[in-house]
């Protein structure tokens, strides 16, 4: 089974959130949105999923138009409704709604069938100190690593 294409990736989330879970979701997109994103044009980095009644949603997700000349051009950062069961959507906001947690995008990517899907992380937000101590773990585990290469 090929990787999955990813379209937009949120590469801080994992920065400035602990990420305790994580759930794949369909998205409802527009087709001009589709190509847009099949061409690598999307950002989700200041996006978040949040409740919206007993549904889950996108906002703040930028998917820029297709061409200038398309008849029917959709909104860049509308919110967009996910596409989840709903043991899986009770469950999420029943996190979010006792625990405190929040719901982070990290991809939107497709599946080898073609079907754009989000990947959500529930996740508790880092403090500063949390930052510090991951990034001195992280170059540690680099010097430790380079120093077993070199010793062979």
């Known amino acids: 089974m090929p990787p999955p294409h990813i379209a937009a990736q949120n590469r801080k989330a994992r920065h400035d959130y602990f990420i305790v879970d994580t759930v794949e979701a369909g998205i409802m997109l527009m087709g001009t949105e589709v190509k847009s994103l099949r061409a690598g044009k999307g950002n989700i980095s200041e996006a978040y999923a949040g409740p919206s009644g007993d549904e889950i949603w996108l906002f703040n997700a930028y998917i820029p138009e297709y061409q200038s000349r398309m008849p029917f051009p959709h909104e860049t950062r509308r919110p967009r409704k996910l596409?989840?069961?709903?043991?899986?959507?009770?469950?999420?906001?029943?996190?979010?709604?006792?625990?405190?947690?929040?719901?982070?995008?990290l991809d939107i990517h497709f599946t080898d069938r073609g079907i754009a899907k989000v990947a959500l992380g529930?996740?508790?937000?880092?403090?500063?100190?949390?930052?510090?101590?991951?990034?001195?773990?992280?170059?540690w585990n680099r010097e430790k690593a380079r120093v077993m290469r070199e010793k062979g």
């Open 83 to 105: 596409l989840l069961h709903t043991r899986e959507a009770r469950k999420l906001l029943g996190a979010i709604a006792k625990d405190g947690m929040t719901l982070v995008p």
């Open 122 to 139: 529930l996740a508790r937000g880092k403090k500063h100190h949390d930052r510090r101590e991951a990034e001195k773990k992280r170059d």
